[in-house]
């Protein structure tokens, strides 16, 4: 019985041996490969708006404009700008320089930076206006606006 009993052992201790001798392991090393697109984005410009008195002694400087630009992280990016709303032509013009053709009075626009280098939040800038002064205008009432002019909308152009 005893030699029965070491013969089991002996056996299952094989078992156990050669199973353990399966469970091995080995590894690899991969590489992964990013492509990462960079892009910026531009918010909604708000308008430009001007008062003017006829023939003021100093020039007029425009409020609103105020726009920002969300660009990915260290991209460079430069502003541009063009008369009129067709399709943008980068790289654009500093500034732009317009007669209004509803109330003939002419304006400048440019922006309040050449660009910046995007860092992955939205950063703000501005569209800016001045209106040189001396300048008489058309108008037949007491005040009027330029709701009909059809050379009203300008281009800023993002370049990145």
């Given at each position: 019985?005893?030699?029965?009993?070491?013969?089991?052992?002996?056996?299952?201790?094989?078992?156990?041996?050669?199973?353990?001798?399966?469970?091995?392991s080995?590894?690899?090393?991969?590489?992964?490969?990013?492509?990462?697109?960079?892009?910026?984005?531009?918010?909604?410009?708000?308008?430009?708006?001007?008062?003017?008195?006829?023939?003021?002694?100093?020039?007029a400087?425009?409020?609103?404009g105020?726009?920002?630009?969300?660009?990915?992280?260290?991209?460079?990016?430069?502003?541009?700008?063009?008369?009129?709303?067709?399709?943008?032509?980068?790289?654009?013009?500093?500034?732009?320089?317009?007669?209004?053709?509803?109330?003939?009075?002419?304006?400048?626009?440019?922006?309040?930076?050449?660009?910046?280098?995007?860092?992955?939040?939205?950063?703000?800038?501005?569209?800016?206006?001045?209106?040189?002064?001396?300048?008489?205008?058309?108008?037949?009432?007491?005040?009027?606006?330029?709701?009909?002019?059809?050379?009203?909308?300008?281009?800023?152009?993002?370049?990145?």
């Open positions: 019985m005893k030699k029965l009993i070491l013969a089991a052992t002996l056996l299952s201790g094989l078992g156990v041996s050669a199973w353990m001798a399966q469970a091995a080995t590894s690899g090393q991969f590489n992964v490969n990013v492509t990462l697109n960079s892009t910026c984005s531009l918010a909604a410009i708000t308008a430009l708006d001007f008062t003017y008195t006829s023939f003021q002694g100093a020039a400087t425009a409020t609103g105020g726009f920002s630009v969300t660009c990915t992280n260290t991209l460079p990016y430069t502003f541009g700008l063009q008369a009129g709303s067709g399709a943008a032509t980068p790289p654009g013009a500093a500034t732009v320089t317009v007669t209004d053709n509803a109330v003939n009075l002419q304006y400048t626009v440019g922006t309040s930076a050449a660009g910046g280098t995007g860092n992955g939040s939205a950063q703000s800038y501005n569209v800016t206006g001045t209106m040189v002064s001396g300048q008489s205008g058309t108008c037949a009432t007491a005040s009027c606006t330029n709701a009909a002019a059809t050379n009203k909308t300008q281009t800023l152009i993002l370049n990145f």
